[in-house]
């Protein structure tokens, strides 16, 4: 069972069973978009979650390998089209330059890693319309010399 | 005077005074990662804080009204090289799918707006090494029926 | 059932009912424009329109859960081939500047919404040729400063 | 004097008089976006339209003689950038295919003129937020047999 | 039946009847170089021609129906491989600008038009190599002002 | 003297003194065409013509040499963007597998030579819109076995 | 049959019977060079030598007519990966001018043609390591006027 | 100085002599197309062959320097436009997998070197139109396992 | 059975037998590197050391003979997208000339084999985080002058 | 003064000192690659070892300053065109998913960080042709969940 037939699997439950990310992150003890980006195909799991994860959409022990397995981190489109994930990238586009200048100067030459990394996402409610929040937090790594 | 222009005078004005993006906003009333944005040529300025932003810097009128035009965004890379903007464009990559779902699942069909939308940066010190935290806060903009 | 094979369906549901996007929009009590773009997978539908859609057509559950569904919206061309959708493409490119000049200038500086947005085509009789009327109606968004 | 400082000169001297595409394209009697894609180097003019351009602008014979010129229709960017001009450009993609069957469903097969085209920009107020309303307006071209 | 196999079908029938382009161009009363780009699926034939070239190839009603569907015209390679259709791309590399010159000294600022358009291909006898003349046929458009 | 400064000097003297390339090519008697590609920088000319060519504008030796030059012959845009040179494009797009089809079955298995290759525009009068007639004649290549 | 099922067939019966392509070009009395892009797809064959090609590898009447078919000559990667053919690649990258300047100052402005064009393949033994030789030879085509 | 002044210098003061590469080979007692090479920019050239070539074309020690540096190899189109390059980059295309099933056979697993390299130009006379000769020769470098 | 099937098996057996790259490596008698390499399909390998590779799996001829078919090396990203991958990319964009600098400098006017090339991985244990430690060993090849 | 400024007047100096990167990197006391990637604007230095360099070219302090600065890492070509930065492309592109499956199996799921990475170059001598050895360093980095 390769990652996408996996996913399919655990979408095509959730959906039976009428759970959300949320349900789903807080019965498995994780955050919700880590859940979802495993479901999903982007993340491994280690095998006690994987269990957890299995158990609650009564999925097997194939589910529970495709979980585990170290996943190829690939996108189609270098530039997306779907507006929701394009909307992601035009703010690095725009604010791209922004970002760099602002956090090099806080935190001196170097990056935000995007691998000892997590991300959430939470609604602030709005009068003037709901408002969607995405947290990133990643470790500054220093640029080395040597 | 274009925004080009204006860029690198504040940027070498703000060098000679060693101000910050942090201090240049406290002093103006902004958050630091807009007025950088602003100053980088990336957002225009009502005139009121464009003057105070000259007037920080010493600069003069032709700064306020560069300051004031709104920008063409553009930015010549689709895939950016830059490894920290590249780490950016690949947590859209790699999470896109993920929070497309996490936040559709939320708030139902639509997106989160890059206009109606702010962003900070903010340091969190660890001794395993400092974390950068990024927040974006973008309306939630329904799709339509018609 | 995914938006692909829905779409399929209904489209051949139509032909052999000969029916138009027109006759349908009526029927339904929507844009012909916006169905068509729901039908071909573009845009989600609410229940009890989905329901009347494929009561319709006399089409099952299966096409009510596929309109249901939040679509991906992708394309594969970016720059399309078939000459009546270059032929938009053209004009996004040749008046794209002319429009954001003509449209900040009255609005300030933000832009049309493709998300809070309505579309409709009309038919133009004319003696020297048809003409097809597109009109455009998307909430001016203004940029925040923050 | 090529289309470029054509441009930069109408748009310096339209900036000092503060007059707006509306007000010029009221005072020559043609519509502001025509006058706009003109003056921006995208159209060409007639000998008096172009007259009256300069005179209006107190600007020279060159201006006339640059406005004359069959333009180059060339843009940089296959994908826009700019969110303005992108927002225009994820319609057609989003909706190119819908368009295409509303269109020859209505008019037969083939396309609407890029050429035979007009095209206006108007403000719809409304209390949630003002309306941007584009109407293109094209001649409807049947593909010949032979 | 789609176009494609439609375009199976019609092919393999002519090749087993040894019918040229020419000859079943003749046979419907119509240009050999239209007729096929029909039968390839790039132009949708009206009810009647459509009948005789199915009759001519003994097809049945699925290819009738097939022909007059209003196609997509859609190409893979943005820059042909094939050397011949690559020599037609060259052409026009290498002598676009050309053209554009003479069309519009001698037409106005406008376009030769692809839609209202003919084409058809000649062999020219010569003892040092026949030559191929294609000549292109389409109604001149002058861009509007409004 | 580079094609590029010899073709901005041979335009504006052939705008100053109002000839168009049908009246040069008739002085020079060549195919008004093939002059405009050469002058235009993408064809050398042989010295008598050249000479011809710069007497006719009162041009000198700089441009006879610059004429005779032999050229890279390159474009920027590997899709074109001005409409009048796309749809040209187009046409190779829709119609090239036809033209392949129509070509090789009349020919046999080879192409059209673009280099042992002339071309010419007519304007071809008609009340319902004057029509432009492109003629391309290349000498057939049939692909050598060996 | 299409030429890439052809191809597998050949190359299986080839491998099989353990025949190189110098051994089959020299039973068939054409180059191995050519025999291979014929039998990989690349080039039509007459219908003796399909025959003779046929009869080599004991296959049948649908290869010889798989072989005679005119071929589209496509290849999927603008930029080749497999370092083999990346070599030839980067020789025309690093030395088209040179080759260039070096042919036109020969034989005056003009190409070499690719069509009438044959190639090979030879081995040079060297006691430093054995040596690669690539002859190519194709006709000089000239430019014409006209 | 660069490699493209000197290009210039060399290339003009050659012509000036009325020089050719074949001649300049010759007088330097080495291959005309290497000498063209390094002429253009893309070889470098020992100390001695340097001053050679400068002093033939009565160049100074800064030409000889220019010579002597080591290039950077880089072509700015990918795909080349230039007919003459084309063909070759065509003839890559469609004979690449030809060639590489041809050597590998009779060399084993590996490739033909582009360093390890030379390449000439010779002229096949011929009533029916002369021919380009290109020689290719490169080391075989077989593939290591490790 | 084709490469990919062949990896397919290959992996499969590896996984089900608990080998790691380095078990088999050393039972082999080959770097760890390279045998994956060759079991994913990008190395060909010769006859005893396919049999041994078959022989730990308890695999059958048939992959002893896909072992060793000379590969077609190509991968579908020209820029990588998964992280680990991309790294690498971003070492060479970002050190290219960096590198090119430092060896010519040592070596001579040239270039590192990739043919003519080995690498390895080790792991280097360090209390702050275990580092990859990559070697590659590629042999000079200086350009010839000829 | 800018890094590319920079750059140029560090490699004058050097070029007219005949200074080496090796002997630069052992007089500052840093190893030569890093010290070239500073000199060549890649990498930023602290101000100790700013100076040093500074003082033995005899530079002044606008080189330390720029030296200094925060570099934007950017390169031109996706897709490198020199041959040996090309090669080092080729050994990501061919060894990319070996170096994956060789590192995660050995580390874990997560990535070689190319930030907290060093590299460095060496010459192996071998009579039969010196071998360039490039060792790459960089901590793992295991993919958090979160």
Known sequence: MNKEQMSDLIVSAKTQKSMTWNQMGEAVGVSPTWL??????????????????????????????ALMVYPTKEWDKAIPNDPLIYRLYEVVGVYGETLKSVIQEQFGDGIMSAIDFSMDVEKEEDPKGDRVVITMNGKFLPYKSW
Do not use: F, R, T, Y
């Open 36 to 65: 979802a980006s495993a479901c999903l195909g982007m993340s491994s799991v280690k095998e006690p979650v994987a269990q957890k994860i299995a158990d609650l959409l009564d999925l097997g022990a194939d589910v529970v390998q």
